[in-house]
């Protein structure tokens, strides 16, 4: 195989950076009317939803979950519908009986005539004209009200395939310290091939086709330029020889999870960016508060960077490519490119109508790994609402709260509405207290714990949001097992976030961190390998917002769902999974639009993959309370000295196969995330991210442990597929 850089370092999904010390009050929940806004364009989905059984009251010094009363919450005439679909290692999407799996777009596929079809031998150029790689978050806007046979699906590609598919021999050698030049041409199919890919999609027939003659497809890339909005617009700290005022950048990478919002654009969200850049050791010695703000957001003094896109060269002298080097090689930042890291980990907005249109990193939102970023239904005369979570090891979950009210009038109002509504707001980082009660906290400078926080000075009120993790460690917020995907329930209005795990040779939960009833569990993994111990199996955590105000500053918590296999003993399977609907690992989570309170979990799991290849199920869940409390028995619990230690913790009632069911299993190591719908809920569009991940060669097909989905000797390609029902019918129900 062709030598490129070291892969065993790199798993940035896993990295834990956070070094603070962080580990209530009444909460009243209120009789409340939530109304469900249309997020697509045109409001073809418009659905008034009550509350369901949303009307008692809680009041006292403490709240727990156990103590609500249980109400019934399955929404009405929801059932899931369809087989069970049995855990497979086989390479190839399995779907239960009656429905079919076509593939939309893969790797390299052409948005445009204009370029060749894709042949997949690492030959191929033109990316900008091609879909990106490791297809991700996603989202379809109606083009047509009334009309399903149209739309535009928007596409994060989070990275290209670090083994290098995409070349005709594997990366060039990256070198040990990956300090080796780089082929021009290489690193320009590699940004190319990150990003969104934006395209118009027609129903042909039972399924989906690109329309490559659409005025609206277009690539956004790791080099489109984006303007910097929102309070760090121009600030010192965004300066750049790009851009000496400080307010744009270029390009978007990381491209992990998404969002989209009551105006009708979309929201990409920027998750393992700190790893594209170079700081070499000793070329860049910084001011102590500078240096701290650069570890916390892991971006050390030793690395080129994941691609060594910096690289091109000893005489490289083009910024296209130096733009990459973060290390100060100026006496001014307007003359390098010392601050770029800080034009990245943001939410990108883009407006799939408006194909000239540049994206807008919306500042105000926060500055952390973002998984992605989930819209609370928009209400008149209330702030839009946006949670988001930091997926790293003991990272936070956010919201954002706007400044102005919404107003129905902004639901076609693009990017004029993303500036009225996501250039002003409050950042809040999540605290989930022990007695099941949780407090938003928020991230602003006359916050006295952010104020006078003795680790970092903050500058003024932008750099809060610069160093928003160093905020949220400031006033205490819950470290968590890796916030992934978010998303609120339609019907009854709860959140609820997965947790995939944090599972670490030294830094995991139960061990730096101690354990919680928030992260409460530490076991050795499946194989007793004491070396990958931590939350293996992951879990969803909800909570309701008192008074369901999403902009409320209280709520009320407890764990939906603990991720396990079948076969685990009960202190692992805490959840009573069963054949039909064990999973491990839960990273995608959503709510459909078409059926509320149906909702999707997927997976991206390395702990269970002996017996099953990523998977995504249906579930229809209840509501926060609807279980009870929960002692989980953890052994040998590094942060308690080594000894034994039980965690109570407010569990949801167990999960049974009527009310969550196994939907879909992907081919050979993938990972499955993203999901959308055509707004009837008769075809869902499902990404399946970097099958045969673990192949060991670029060039040897004998080495690839997948050819999805072209299948014979050919290369893996991430790609995103439409899954339909054969008799035309909505889809799990
Ligand atoms: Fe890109 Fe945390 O998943
Ligand atoms: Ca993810
Ligand atoms: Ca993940
Ligand atoms: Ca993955």
Request: proline fraction near 6%; include cysteine.
């Amino acid at each position: 195989m062709t030598p490129h850089h070291d892969r065993s370092p790199w798993e940035p999904e896993d990295r834990g950076m956070n070094p603070s010390d962080n580990e209530s009050f009444v909460t009243v929940l209120q009789r409340a009317t939530l109304r469900r806004r249309s997020f697509l364009k045109g409001g073809s989905s418009l659905i008034a939803a009550s509350m369901v059984g949303m009307g008692l009251a809680v009041l006292g010094d403490t709240l727990k979950p156990d103590k609500i009363a249980a109400r019934a919450a399955t929404p009405e005439g929801l059932d899931l519908n369809f087989s069970p679909v049995a855990k497979t290692l086989t390479d190839q999407v399995t779907v239960p009986a009656g429905y079919t799996v076509n593939v939309l777009m893969a790797t390299g596929d052409p948005l445009t005539n204009r370029v060749a079809p894709y042949k997949n031998d690492g030959t191929d150029t033109d990316f900008e004209f091609r879909s990106g790689d490791h297809h991700d978050g996603m989202h379809f806007f109606s083009l047509n009200p009334r009309n399903v046979n149209r739309g535009i699906l928007c596409v994060n590609h989070e990275v290209c395939e670090d083994l290098g598919f995409v070349h005709a021999n594997g990366p060039t050698d990256y070198g040990a310290d990956n300090t080796n030049a780089r082929p021009m041409a290489e690193i320009d199919k590699e940004v190319n091939a990150h990003g969104v890919s934006i395209v118009e999609v027609v129903k042909q027939g039972n399924s989906y086709a690109i329309n490559k003659g659409s005025r609206y497809n277009r690539r956004v890339t790791a080099a489109t330029p984006c303007d910097l909005t929102g309070p760090v617009r121009g600030h010192q700290k965004m300066v750049t020889s790009y851009s000496p005022q400080g307010v744009a950048t270029r390009g978007t990478v990381n491209n992990c999870a998404n969002g989209y919002t009551p105006w009708g654009t979309y929201l990409t969200c920027e998750e393992n960016w700190w790893g594209y850049f170079a700081r070499r050791e000793g070329a860049d010695v910084r001011p102590a508060q500078e240096e701290y703000a650069l570890q916390r957001y892991g971006i050390k003094g030793d690395t080129s960077g994941r691609y060594n896109w910096a690289r091109l060269g000893a005489n490289d002298t083009t910024d296209v490519y130096a733009r990459w080097n973060t290390a100060k090689t100026s006496d001014r930042p307007d003359r390098d490119f010392s601050n770029v890291a800080n034009t990245f980990g943001w939410i990108v907005e883009i407006d799939p109508l408006e194909p000239d249109s540049r994206p807008q990193k919306r500042t105000a939102m926060g500055r952390f790994f973002h998984e992605g970023c989930w819209p609370a239904p928009a209400q008149a005369g209330r702030p839009v609402v946006f949670y988001s979570g930091d997926d790293a090891r003991n990272e936070y979950v956010y919201k954002f709260v706007s400044a102005q009210m919404w107003s129905d009038r902004d639901q076609e109002g693009g990017l004029e509405a993303g500036a009225k509504y996501l250039n002003q707001g409050t950042l809040y980082a999540a605290k989930f207290n022990a007695d099941g009660s949780g407090e938003w906290l928020p991230l602003t400078l006359d916050n006295p714990a952010i104020a006078t926080y003795t680790n970092y000075t903050f500058a003024d009120p932008a750099d809060v949001l610069i160093n928003s993790r160093i905020a949220a460690d400031a006033v205490g917020a819950t470290k968590m097992d890796r916030p992934e995907w978010g998303g609120v329930h339609p019907v009854n209005g709860e959140v609820y976030f997965t947790l995939t795990n944090s599972v670490s040779s030294s830094s995991g939960r139960g061990t730096k961190t101690p354990l919680d009833p928030a992260n409460p569990r530490f076991y050795r993994d499946e194989k007793g390998d004491a070396t990958n111990a931590g939350n293996v199996n992951g879990h969803i955590i909800r909570w309701r917002e008192a008074g369901n105000d999403h902009a409320a500053t209280a709520f009320t918590w407890d764990v939906y769902l603990f991720g396990a296999q079948a076969d685990a003993g009960d202190e692992v399977n805490l959840s009573g999974l069963s054949a039909e609907n064990d999973f491990s690992s839960p990273d995608g989570l959503w709510f459909s639009d078409a059926a509320p309170g149906l909702l999707w979990i997927q997976t991206d799991d390395s702990a269970y993959t002996d017996q099953s290849n990523c998977m995504m199920l249906a579930a229809i869940p209840g509501q926060v309370g609807d279980g009870g409390m929960k002692a989980i028995a953890n052994k040998a619990v590094p942060a308690n000295g080594g000894a034994d230690q039980t965690v109570t913790t407010y569990a949801g009632q167990a999960a049974n196969p009527t009310t969550l069911r196994r939907f879909l299993v992907g081919p050979k190591d993938c990972e499955i995330t993203g999901i959308t719908e055509t707004p009837d809920g008769t075809a869902i569009f499902v990404n399946i991210q970097h099958p045969g991940e673990n192949s060991t060669s670029a060039t040897n097909p004998a080495e690839f442990t997948s050819h999805w989905p072209d299948g014979g000797s050919a290369r893996p390609r991430s790609a995103t597929i439409v899954i339909t029902r054969n008799d035309g019918g909505r889809i799990a129900r």
